[in-house]
C-alpha cells in the first residue's frame, strides 16, 4: 500500500502530541488504515530549538513552501494556531487538492465559509475536530452519527481552564482572583487568562457546535459572550443552597424564533449530568429529537487528548485520499437561520441584591419584578447589621424584560447594589 504524506504546520503542544501518536501507534494505524502515515516535513518558526522529543532534524523546515507545494504531501495539519498565516497556509493547502486537518478555533470560528469553499474547490477535504472540546468526538458525532436527528440543544462545558477555577471556587470556598493565581502557577491557566475566563475561547467552540448542529454559518461575532470573572464565591453557596453549582456554559438552542447561541456562566441543577464534570475536564450535552439526551465527557485539551483528535481527523483524510474520495463529510451549512438578539432570549436568573433592612423595601422590589412581567420562583434573605442580602430565583422571563426589572431595582432608593445577576440553565 502506498505512504501516505503529512506536513505539519507547527510543532509546539498539539504538533508534538501528534507526532507521538504517529510513531508510537505506527503499525497499528497502518493496520486499521491500510496505508502507512508518514511525516514528512515540519514548518517552525525556529529549526534549532530544543524540543525535549527525538525527530529527525531533516524534518524540520522554516520555509511554509517546502510543505505546501510538495507533491508528495497529501495531507497537511495545521497546529501553529492563530489566524494569520495559518489562513493563507490553509487556503493554499487546500487550492492544490490537499486535504487539512486543524485544531484552529479561532479560524474555523471566523473563517469557516472561506475555508469550506476552497476545501470544494480543490476537491480536498477540511477535518476539524480537535477545534472543539480537544480529545471528545463531538463533531464526528453531529455529522455522523447524529445526522438523522434534528438536534434541539447542545450545551457544553468546553473550556477546561474557568471550569477548573469554578471547580476549585466551589470545592474551598477561595475567590476567583485567588484560584487563578493558583491555577497560573501550577500550569493550568495561561499567562494571559483573558481569551479562556473572559469566555471568548468557549464562544469560538460553541460557535462551531452550533453551526454543524442547525446547518446554519454561525460565527463568532453571533455569541453573546459573558466570563467568570463576576462569579464571587457567596454566589457559589447561595446556588448550593437553591439546589444548584455554577458552570460556564457554552448554549445553542434552536428555537422557531431562530437559533440561540450564547456562553455565561449559569446555574445548572446538582442533578444535571453537567454539574457532575469538574476540574479541567469537558463535556457536551446533545438532546436530539430521537436520540433524546446524550453527554459526552473527556479531556478538552492538553498534548495527547488533543492529538487524539488531530490523528483521527488525519486517519479520515488518509483513507479518502486511498479510497480517491473528498467531500464526504464536508461542509453541513446548507440553511441561513437567524440567530436571536440576546435581549429576546427566555430563561430563568439568579439575582443577588443588597438592601436595606427596614419596612417596605421588599415590597418595593416585588414592585419592580412585577411590573415587568418577573415572577419570582425562590428567594433567601441574610441579614447582617442594616443590610440584608436578598437572593432571588426567577420563572422564566424575556431578557428584555428583566433587564428592564433591574434597571427599576437600581432605581430604588432602598436597594444598595444588585451585585449579581446569572441565569439559571434547567
Ligand atoms: P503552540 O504550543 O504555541 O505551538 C505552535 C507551533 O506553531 C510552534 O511549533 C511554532 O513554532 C509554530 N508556529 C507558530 N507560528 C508560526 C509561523 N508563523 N510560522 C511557522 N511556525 C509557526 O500551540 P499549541 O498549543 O500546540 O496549539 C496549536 C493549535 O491547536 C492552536 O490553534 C490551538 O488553539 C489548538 N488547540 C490546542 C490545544 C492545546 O491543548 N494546546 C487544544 C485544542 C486545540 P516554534 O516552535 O518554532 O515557535
Ligand atoms: N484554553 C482551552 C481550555 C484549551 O482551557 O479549555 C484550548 O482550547
Avoid: W
Avoid at 244 to 272: F, M, N, S
Avoid at 293 to 305: K, L, N, Q, S, V
Amino acid at each position: 500500500m502506498r505512504t501516505i504524506n503529512i506536513g505539519l504546520l507547527g510543532f509546539g503542544t498539539v504538533g508534538r502530541g501528534v507526532y507521538r501518536v504517529l510513531t508510537n501507534n505506527r503499525e497499528t494505524i497502518a493496520s486499521r488504515m491500510g496505508s502507512p502515515l508518514e511525516i514528512k516535513r515540519i514548518l517552525v518558526r525556529e529549526v534549532g530549538k530544543d524540543r525535549g522529543i527525538d525527530v529527525p532534524p531533516e524534518l524540520f523546515t522554516t520555509d511554509p513552501r517546502a510543505v505546501l507545494d510538495d507533491e508528495d504531501i497529501g495531507i497537511v495539519v495545521e497546529v501553529m494556531g492563530g489566524i494569520e498565516p495559518a489562513r493563507q497556509y490553509v487556503l493554499a493547502a487546500l487550492a492544490k487538492g490537499k486535504s487539512v486537518v486543524t485544531a484552529n478555533k479561532d479560524l474555523l470560528a471566523i473563517h469557516g465559509r472561506e475555508l469550506f469553499a476552497k476545501a470544494v474547490e480543490g476537491g480536498a477535504d477540511l477535518y476539524f475536530e480537535a477545534s472543539v472540546a480537544g480529545g471528545i468526538p463531538i463533531i464526528k458525532v453531529l455529522k455522523e452519527a447524529f445526522t438523522g436527528n434534528r438536534i434541539e440543544q447542545v450545551t457544553g462545558i468546553i473550556n477546561g481552564t474557568t471550569n477548573y477555577i469554578l471547580s476549585q471556587m466551589s470545592d474551598y470556598g477561595a475567590d476567583f482572583d485567588t484560584v487563578l493565581k493558583e491555577a497560573q502557577e501550577k500550569g493550568f491557566a495561561e499567562a494571559d487568562p483573558t481569551n479562556d475566563v473572559e469566555g471568548y475561547d468557549a464562544a469560538r467552540k460553541i460557535a462551531i457546535l452550533a453551526s454543524i448542529a442547525f446547518n446554519s454559518r454561525v460565527t463568532l461575532d453571533d455569541v453573546y459572550v459573558e466570563g467568570i470573572a463576576k462569579i464571587k464565591p457567596e454566589d457559589i453557596r447561595y446556588a448550593r443552597e437553591f439546589g444548584y453549582v455554577i458552570k460556564l456554559l457554552g448554549i445553542a438552542r434552536e428555537t422557531a424564533a431562530g437559533i440561540e447561541v450564547r456562553v455565561h456562566p449559569a446555574l445548572v441543577p446538582c442533578g444535571h449530568p453537567l454539574a457532575a464534570v469538574s476540574d479541567v475536564f469537558n463535556a457536551v450535552f446533545v438532546r436530539g429529537d430521537a436520540v433524546g439526551d446524550t453527554m459526552f465527557y473527556g479531556r478538552g485539551a492538553g498534548e495527547m487528548p488533543t492529538a487524539s483528535a488531530v490523528v483521527g481527523d488525519i486517519v479520515m483524510a488518509a483513507r479518502n485520499i486511498a479510497n480517491n474520495l473528498h467531500g464526504l463529510t464536508g461542509c453541513t451549512c446548507f440553511e441561513a437561520k437567524p440567530v436571536r438578539p440576546m435581549t429576546a432570549v427566555e430563561t430563568r436568573y439568579y439575582l443577588r441584591l443588597r438592601v436595606l433592612d427596614k419596612a417596605g423595601v421588599l415590597a418595593g422590589i416585588a414592585g419592580a419584578f412585577g411590573n415587568n412581567n418577573v415572577s419570582l420562583a425562590a428567594v433567601i434573605q441574610k441579614t447582617t447589621g442594616a443590610v440584608a442580602e436578598l437572593v432571588m430565583v426567577t420563572h422564566r422571563v424575556r431578557e428584555s424584560d428583566l433587564r428592564a426589572a433591574v434597571a427599576e431595582l437600581e432605581r430604588l432608593p432602598a436597594v444598595e447594589t444588585v451585585a449579581n445577576i446569572i441565569r439559571v440553565e434547567d
